[in-house]
């Protein structure tokens, strides 16, 4: 019998406290109630695991001052599908991001 495969929408920011930062995450839960949130990177890290033998596939969403150092350690693991960088300085990571296919332009 094949293991089903779930998807987990995980969300890392350090400053995901900010009044900003809650109402998108309001929003967030409205459409995928079961989204995680962490503002702590190892924390994080330990929850998205890697990939052996654990059915869970992640989409994540990045602050990115965190991104920028993260998403080269972590771009070619399995179990993350896509990375979406949640950024007011779109240039800047756009730019460092162009390297990374799993990277959502």
Not at 1 to 18: E, F, G, K, P, Y
Not at 25 to 29: P, Q, V
Not at 37 to 41: E, G, L, M, V, Y
């Given at each position: 019998?094949?293991?089903?495969?779930?998807?987990?929408?995980?969300?890392?920011?350090?400053?995901?406290?900010?009044d900003?930062?809650?109402?998108f995450?309001?929003?967030?839960?409205e459409?995928?109630?079961e989204?995680m949130?962490?503002?702590?990177?190892d924390?994080?890290?330990?929850?998205?695991?890697?990939?052996?033998?654990?059915?869970?596939?992640?989409?994540?969403?990045?602050?990115?001052?965190?991104?920028?150092?993260?998403?080269?350690?972590i771009?070619?693991?399995?179990?993350?599908?896509?990375?979406?960088?949640?950024?007011?300085?779109?240039?800047?990571?756009?730019?460092?991001?162009?390297?990374?296919?799993?990277?959502?332009?």
């Open positions: 019998m094949a293991q089903s495969t779930s998807l987990q929408l995980v969300w890392l920011d350090a400053n995901i406290h900010r900003i930062n809650r109402e995450w309001t929003k967030i839960r459409i995928y109630p989204a949130k962490f503002d702590d990177q924390e994080c890290l330990r929850f998205l695991g890697y990939g052996v033998d654990d059915p869970r596939r992640f989409i994540l969403i990045v602050s990115g001052i965190i991104a920028e150092k993260l998403v080269p350690d771009q070619r693991r399995e179990n993350i599908l896509s990375i979406y960088v949640y950024c007011a300085n779109i240039f800047k990571h756009e730019e460092w991001s162009r390297q990374y296919e799993k990277v959502e332009k």
